[in-house]
């Protein structure tokens, strides 16, 4: 089949992603979990296949693994079977991956998304969850014309999720992968930090005519290592096929590797069929049976996830609907907003304060929310004293960022840095300054210029310190310009 020149087209996405399980222990042995460690030091005899050793099953990854299938609308299997996925690699020491194959943990499940802000709502299917355990890893960058391999994940917890070939853009793949690794960092499941390969994406890719059922050749793209990285990919690697089939060639099936430098792909190798992999039951591993109870007690304990808490939000609250997107796009920012507000009357107060100074904070420290620390009875205080015209805007500000170094209370911030509104005699005398100093900008604002009145307002600020009420200020000013 070709692709016209002219035709319009559809391009066919489908997803295979790799999920670092948050445990302090590997699948199948008491190996520490740990990023960054010295090479191969986290390794025993289990991880590393030699003869004799047996592995068990982690059942903190199980238990995790079964809290992403329930939140993902999975059909659960109580029972399921581990293989042995048999294949040659530098990194894999026992020459097969224990994975699961025919039999897994869940599949059919499914996860909507919101493609971009005010468009609709789209669904991909989940084919199948299952759990797993990583490969080591190939180093290329440590030794001149030589790659080292590092076993310290050998071992590594996975659970791996299959879409069914639902997306049908790259933005919306990239706004898939938002949404799941939103969801799965809610479930504490995973950190899904990409940077550290907590999680994975290999693209499967293909177009066809417009409109057309029948699936065409499709490409598989790997090495994309941020979400930015996969929609040029994606991109890149759609725009290709157009190509080929439009000039009358057929692709060819292979993996793709993806060059974030040069912004291309290029061919890694052919593309393994199943029958590649020679799967069978892993004969030193029983059927994995899951107890029902389990997934009682874990389906009931669900956290409320995102798309829940924003709908929330806005109902309860009276948010605006971008507020409550921003602020339930982390769990630990959605429970520091809930915890300010209950404090405060204006719930909006609390939303603009969280996403205002609270992030900024953050983004000027390099920390997470969580790490920042906020205490919410601070922030509200500090909230209040600025509704109740004790401190100007700025002056919180200030105030908030002294009580994060300190751990100090606002009242005790103020009074130890001076951080207060000025009284009137103050103020006046800072507004006479600003006017006897700027006597070319006094004829020009009464001569109609008035828009020099943030000039003044500015004098005023800076010659105070921020100590100043800006509105008092304003009012100040007014008065006395105007006694021209």
């Known amino acids: 089949m070709t692709v016209s020149a002219t035709s319009a087209h559809d391009t066919i996405i489908g997803l295979e992603i790799h999920i670092q399980l948050n445990t302090f222990s590997k699948m199948f042995c008491g190996c520490r979990v740990e990023f960054g460690a010295a090479p191969n030091t986290n390794v025993c005899p289990v991880c590393l296949g030699l003869p004799g050793a047996l592995p068990v099953v982690n059942q903190r990854a199980i238990e995790l693994a079964v809290r992403a299938a329930l939140a993902l609308n999975c059909q659960l299997h109580l029972s399921s079977v581990f293989a042995r996925k048999n294949y040659f690699y530098p990194d894999l020491p026992k020459g097969y991956q224990i994975s699961q194959y025919d039999r897994p943990l869940a599949t059919d499940g499914w996860l909507d998304f919101q493609e971009n802000e005010g468009g609709g709502v789209g669904r991909v299917r989940i084919r199948r969850l299952h759990v797993e355990e990583d490969s080591g890893k190939s180093l290329h960058d440590r030794f001149a014309a030589k790659t080292a391999v590092d076993l310290n994940r050998a071992g590594v917890p996975l659970v791996e999720i299959v879409t069914e070939p639902d997306l049908r853009s790259p933005a919306a793949a990239r706004a898939f992968l938002g949404q799941l690794k939103l969801a799965l960092e809610y479930l504490e499941v995973s950190d899904c930090n990409m940077e550290e390969g907590s999680l994975r994406v290999d693209a499967n890719v293909s177009v066809r005519p417009a409109g057309d059922s029948e699936f065409m050749t499709k490409t598989e793209v790997k090495n994309m290592n941020s979400f930015s990285q ?68 874990l389906g009931g304990g669900l956290p409320e996830m995102p798309w829940q808490k924003e709908r929330r939000f806005v109902a309860d609250y009276g948010l605006p609907g971008y507020d409550a997107r921003v602020l339930s796009s982390s769990r ?143 009012e100040a000013l007014v008065e006395r310009l105007g006694k021209g």
């Open 230 to 297: 996969l929609e040029k990919a994606l991109a890149y690697e759609a725009a290709r096929h157009l190509r080929i089939l439009r000039s009358g060639d057929q692709v060819e099936h292979q993996t793709m590797l993806w060059d974030p430098a040069r912004g291309e792909a290029r061919p890694m190798r052919g593309k393994e069929e199943v029958h590649d992999y020679r799967y069978f039951p892993e004969p030193d591993l029983p059927t994995l049976v899951v107890p029902e109870e389990l997934v009682e007690r």
């Open 332 to 474: 630990a920012l959605a429970d520091l907003f809930e915890a300010v507000a209950r404090l405060r009357p204006d719930a909006k107060e609390a939303s603009n304060w969280v996403m205002g100074e609270v992030l900024a904070a953050a983004n000027d420290l390099g920390l997470t929310v969580e790490r920042l620390g906020v205490d919410p009875k601070g922030l509200a205080e500090v909230i209040g004293l600025v509704a109740e015209g004790r401190l100007s805007h700025n002056l919180g500000r200030q105030v908030f960022r002294k009580m994060l170094e300190t751990g100090k209370s606002a009242e005790r911030v103020m009074e130890e840095e001076d951080l207060r509104l000025a009284g009137s005699a103050e103020l006046e005398a800072w507004v006479r300054e600003a006017i006897d100093g700027n006597p070319a900008e006094v004829e020009r604002y009464r001569a109609g210029e008035e828009k020099l009145l943030a000039f003044f307002i500015g004098q005023v600020m800076r010659k105070s310190e921020g100590k100043a009420d800006p509105a008092r200020a304003r």
